[in-house]
């Protein structure tokens, strides 16, 4: 049963408060830290903040944790629910006791941090590891998958000071045999990047954005793609390691348009016709294998005619903000191929499940993945082994608040390699993972 659940603001990756939280049961203390993101969909759940500009200009957290010890705790204690049978439960009391349709009441800061508590304590109260916990909540099958880590490690968007429009070019070990062996080609090419980098721009080209990529004073994609090809090639994995990008292109979707200038002193504004052919052109030079919201949110016409013919993975963020309803009408629309899931933007777990669950329905894939302005909570590494995605993207292998999941699934493997567990490396098949 849950006795005691307390909040305090603490601090996310980028020095901005978020709500850290303890929650108590008769098994131990077990708590949450919630994510924050700087690239957000319109439609995601609404982090609560004070908007004091004395405290933290205005991004301090009082508000949700007033909420949290306040209104949450003390319905959830009085409730009754038990965290290893009643998840789902837990999690509808939550929405109730918002009563909005984006959780702008309670915040989906305060609301997630409860969710994501309680997944924890139903694990220990159930004697499980919490990807065991997660994969029987959410239905999925064994063998156990460990999924291809995407490291982004070439920052530009709004993630880094740089001008390249595009947000995250990302590499993929799609040819290791294991999880770990994936980390330690990708960490490979990511020094190899660095020594590139030195070499052609200087030391302060090596200076870093928000995820832990490099963000080198370069504003076209292709330059971006080329300096990965050269990466991969010195540290001996062509073939091996595969390219994805993620243009978070919102950003920069203006009037109809869309500027790959927006951060230069000089505007390149495209039609969406000849956003589709730039794409269409790096995906025939270069080995592309995943792309993310090459679209603005609000753009479905442009998702629908390139996911006619677009030859790979495609996937939809800001589009979908990890919520049923938009998967449903991006089914519908025929405008994606897979769904990527950051659980602060639905405000859940048990919600976020569900959107994975429908995706998963429709034959798409899905794409776990951290936030710009993350923490050292490690939730998503057992989510993405628990609902077998097969792929995850939490940044470079570089900063504490990014290489803790993927340092969290290197645990996950050794354990379940020395429990005997068949554990399959998803691999090239990383779209598919969820039906391997």
């Known amino acids: 049963m849950i006795t005691a659940i307390k909040a305090a603001p603490r601090l996310d990756s980028r020095g901005n408060p ?43 957290v009082h508000k949700a944790i ?11 204690i009085k409730s009754g629910l038990r965290v290893e049978t009643d998840q789902k439960k837990i999690d509808e009391l939550l929405i109730a006791l918002d009563g909005t349709k984006n959780k702008a009441n309670l915040g989906a800061n305060a609301i997630l941090g409860v969710s994501m508590a309680c997944a924890r304590a139903g694990a220990a109260a159930a004697g499980l590891e919490l990807y065991e916990f997660l994969r029987r909540e959410s239905g999925a099958k064994k063998p156990y998958v460990m999924p291809v880590p995407f ?44 020594q590139i980098l030195t070499k052609q721009f200087g030391a302060s080209a090596v200076g870093i954005g928000d995820e832990g990529g490099f963000a080198p004073p370069i504003s076209q994609p292709h330059e971006a793609l080329d300096l990965l090809v050269e990466a991969v090639s010195e540290a001996g994995y062509e073939g091996k390691i595969k390219f994805a990008i993620d243009p978070a292109s919102s950003e920069f979707f203006k009037n109809g348009t869309y500027d790959l ?35 603005a949110e609000n753009d479905w ?31 519908e629309k025929k405008a994606c191929t897979a769904m990527l899931l950051k659980i602060n933007q639905i405000g859940t777990i048990s919600e976020a499940l569900e959107a994975a669950n429908l995706a998963y329905r429709y034959g798409w894939s899905v794409f776990v993945s951290h936030r710009s302005g993350e923490t050292t909570d490690d939730f998503i590494a057992d989510l993405v082994v628990g609902l077998r995605t097969g792929h995850i993207k939490s940044g470079a292998p570089c900063r504490g608040e990014r290489v803790a999941k993927y340092n969290r699934l290197i645990e996950i493997e050794e354990a ?17 993972a969820s039906r391997l």
């Open 18 to 60: 978020t709500v850290q939280l303890d929650l108590t049961t008769e098994h131990g203390v077990f708590r949450a830290i919630v994510p924050s993101g700087a690239s957000t969909g319109a439609n995601e759940a609404v982090e609560l903040r004070d908007g004091d500009p004395s405290n933290y200009s205005g991004k301090s």
């Open 66 to 76: 007033h909420n949290v010890e306040n209104i949450i705790g003390p319905a959830l």
């Open 151 to 194: 490291f982004n490690v070439l920052n530009g968007g709004v993630h880094s000071g740089n001008k390249m429009a595009f947000q995250e070019n990302m590499i993929a070990p799609v040819g290791a045999s294991s999880f770990s062996e994936a980390v330690r080609m990708s960490s490979e090419v990511y020094q190899h990047l660095k």
């Open 261 to 295: 200038g927006f951060k230069d002193d000089a505007p390149n504004p495209l039609s969406p016709e000849q956003l589709m052919d730039l794409y269409h052109s790096l995906l025939s030079k270069y080995p592309i294998v995943l792309l993310e919201d090459p679209f």
């Open 301 to 331: 016409a442009s998702w629908t005619e390139f996911c006619k013919n677009c030859p790979v993975e495609l996937v939809g963020d800001d589009l979908l903000v990890t919520n049923k309803i938009y998967v449903q009408e991006a089914h």
């Open 416 to 432: 379940l390699l020395a429990r005997g567990e068949e554990v399959v490396y998803a691999g090239a098949k990383f779209s598919a």
